[in-house]
């Protein structure tokens, strides 16, 4: 499974505006500068983010975005799978059903099939207000 640059910038761009909650509408321009993303970039990834309710805009002055819920839920697979996002660690899983014509002999597909949920799973349990809670108190934490 490799996330795509949209992926990854979507969930920058859900992190910006939860760290800011307390702001009324974040105008896009500012997240771009914060997160060093180009702007013309971003409104495509904000696009999609609008078009599934995660965040909600308002144009002209005093316009910007912000989360339509707290941070706490919204879970990282959701907003990855937002972006356009396919998580599947191989490609058979992509589409479902599986199309792949050995998918009935296939030894390895229970294994992907198995990862594929172990990924979801997590990153179902990784909240944004976790990533929010993570950037603010830096890298103090032990294995």
């Not at 996330?3 to 979507?10: D, E, F, L, N």
């Not at 809670?133 to 032990?142: H, L, S």
Request: with cysteine.
């Amino acid at each position: 499974m490799l996330v795509s640059t949209k992926g990854r910038y979507a969930l920058r761009v859900m992190v910006d505006l939860a760290q800011h909650t307390d702001e009324d509408r974040i105008p896009l321009k500012e997240i771009a500068e914060r997160q060093e993303i180009s702007e013309k970039y971003l409104e495509s990834i904000i696009r999609l983010l609008v078009r599934d309710g995660f965040v909600v805009g308002a144009r002209g002055k005093g316009g910007g975005y912000t989360l339509t819920r707290a941070p706490q839920d919204y879970d990282v697979y959701s907003i990855l799978v937002a972006a356009d996002e396919s998580l599947a660690p191989v490609s058979c899983l992509e589409d479902e059903p599986v199309i792949c014509p050995r998918a009935a002999d296939c030894p390895t597909l229970p294994l992907w099939r198995n990862l594929d949920q172990l990924i979801e799973d997590y990153l179902q349990g990784v909240s944004l207000a976790d990533l929010v809670d993570n950037t603010a108190g830096g890298d103090d934490y032990v294995i």
